[in-house]
């Protein structure tokens, strides 16, 4: 039986697409949402890739006047 060297996978490297936001001057104090909660963001807007119309996250913190969310992309 031939000899298998293992390596690891090689993978392209994900690009990273920062979303529109608020400064943070005018977001506030954020309290944490713990556990986060499952919610969908509609109209997203990122600079590369456009506006998306519904996006899944999860949101983490909220202050009186926005929501942070963490997007997760599957790929």
Known sequence: MADHRW???EHQ???MYAA???SLSAIGSPEPVDPPQPVTVHDL???QIGV???VK???VARSDVAV???VSWQG
Do not use: G, Q, R, T
Request: proline share 14%; aromatic share 14%; charged share 25%.
């Open 7 to 9: 390596a690891p996978p």
């Open 13 to 15: 490297d994900v690009p």
């Open 20 to 22: 529109d936001s608020l």
């Open 45 to 47: 807007c990122f600079d």
């Open 52 to 54: 998306l119309a519904e």
């Open 57 to 59: 996250a999860f949101a």
């Open 68 to 70: 942070f969310v963490e």
